[in-house]
């Protein structure tokens, strides 16, 4: 059984850092994602890594502030936010993919954690 367990996310204010985790089990992935969703929007695309060999994708909106990483052993990606801002309120949910090929898109991913919540207060 697949499972995405995501961490680390809570009230912080304007310029503060966090650093979400999530911890997967179950089977091998080729790439993992996280979206962020706020009220009343849409899921967005965040970051994503290439399981093997770690390349990395970033939203334009979040480059620079946020970087994406891995730990093997532990089967567990991380989202680092630095200076965090209002806008950065969301749900931040962390996704797998089986296949290798990077994608922005949500419908790529088949599996999908329960989300933890990130609320920026300025």
């Known amino acids: 059984q697949v499972q995405l367990v995501e961490s680390g996310g809570g009230l912080v204010q304007a310029g503060d850092s966090l650093r979400l985790s999530c911890a997967a089990s179950g089977r091998t992935f080729g790439n993992m994602g996280w979206f962020r969703q706020a009220p009343g929007k849409e899921r967005e695309f965040v970051a994503a890594i290439r399981w093997s060999g770690g390349s990395t994708y970033y939203a334009d909106s979040v480059k620079g502030r946020f970087t994406i990483s891995r730990d093997n052993a532990k089967n567990t990606v991380y989202l680092q936010i630095h200076s965090l801002k209002p806008e950065d309120t969301a749900v931040y949910h962390c996704?797998?993919?089986?296949?290798?090929?990077?994608?922005?898109?949500?419908?790529?991913?088949?599996?999908w954690g329960q989300g933890t919540q990130v609320t920026v207060s300025s």
């Open positions: 996704a797998a993919s089986p296949y290798s090929s990077y994608s922005r898109s949500s419908s790529a991913y088949a599996y």
